[in-house]
């Protein structure tokens, strides 16, 4: 049975939405990075949103011991190594390149979908994620790269960031169809703040705790509740009805968002172009997505 109009309505809405919370994580983890390393940053993060969706899906149904499995496996790819190497890499990197790179997890999960034969590489499709992708580049010519070549490990990080996010939106998918996602999200992050405890160790024993302040502590409770909590829920719920390809499209406005973020939170100047890259960038998530990716699964 195909979605309503309303369905629809409301799946690229929760899509918009994690689009504008994974923006803001840029500029809100950068002032939090400040204060606090990235890995002992990420590690909080994890084990923050951890505690708070063990009362979001309290009520859930358990896991079954394959389930677990696979959910380990999506923890690592969306959680553990997608975590660190983000946080890290935007510590060495600008808000500007961090969004940019992002831009290249719909080519991942594309990729991805076709080679698991989840998805088929349609002209229609392609041209969608084609038209964002000009969208996206038109921020770069527009805002420039500059310091990419001395902030190089801080983009392969985020590169490898995009990689590891892809597939677990791909090998995620068919089990978010079938299980509770407040249930799959949780168990994420349970399992992710015991995995990357051993790699935020020895951060965490050398941060100076008593000359962090108020204002860091009050960005990493802004990333928890909307870039890691809100965005993972709603992300999670999106692919019950929509292609792993479409929900990755919506990454196109992150430089958009993170540049108009940017300037209203640090100061940053807006060139007009950002305005044409994100109607670009608009239309080819509209024309990426069609009414036969919009059946749920169930």
């Not at 997890?105 to 080679?115: E, G, H, K």
């Not at 420039?144 to 090998?171: D, E, K, P, Q, W």
């Not at 929900?247 to 100061?267: C, D, E, M, R, S």
Request: aromatic share 8%; glycine share 6%; hydrophobic share 60%.
């Amino acid at each position: 049975m195909r979605a309503g109009v309303a369905e629809r309505f409301r799946v690229h809405a929760a899509l918009f939405v994690v689009a504008f919370f994974f923006s803001l994580n840029y500029v809100i983890s950068k002032l939090g990075m400040r204060e606090l390393t990235p890995l002992t940053f990420a590690w909080l993060r994890v084990a923050g949103a951890a505690l708070v969706l063990m009362l979001v899906a309290r009520k859930e149904p358990p896991l079954a011991r394959d389930d677990t499995w696979r959910v380990a496996l999506f923890s690592i790819l969306g959680v553990v190594i997608n975590q660190t190497l983000f946080l890290s890499g935007l510590a060495r990197t600008s808000v500007q390149v961090a969004a940019i790179l992002i831009t290249t997890i719909p080519v991942f999960a594309l990729a991805a979908a076709i080679v698991a034969r989840q998805e088929r590489a349609t002209a229609r499709r392609l041209g969608g994620i084609a038209l964002a992708g000009i969208g996206a580049l038109l921020v770069v010519a527009a805002e420039g790269v500059h310091g990419t070549s001395r902030s190089f490990a801080g983009a392969l990080m985020v590169i490898g960031n995009c990689l590891s996010f892809s597939l677990y939106l791909v090998v995620s998918k068919p089990a978010m169809a079938r299980l509770s996602a407040r249930r799959v999200v949780e168990r994420m992050f349970t399992i992710g703040t015991v995995l990357m405890l051993p790699i935020a160790a020895p951060s965490l024993l050398r941060e100076p705790w008593s000359a962090i302040t108020p204002r860091a502590w009050l960005a990493l409770a802004i990333v928890i509740a909307g870039p890691t909590v809100g965005a993972y829920l709603l992300n999670a719920w999106a692919l019950r009805y929509a292609d792993s390809s479409l929900v990755a499209a919506y990454t196109y406005l992150q430089p958009v968002i993170a540049t108009l973020l940017g300037a209203l939170l640090l100061g940053e100047t807006i060139r007009h172009t950002v305005v044409l890259a994100g109607v670009m960038i608009v239309a080819g998530v509209a024309l990426a997505s069609s009414r036969s990716t919009m059946e749920p699964r169930m």
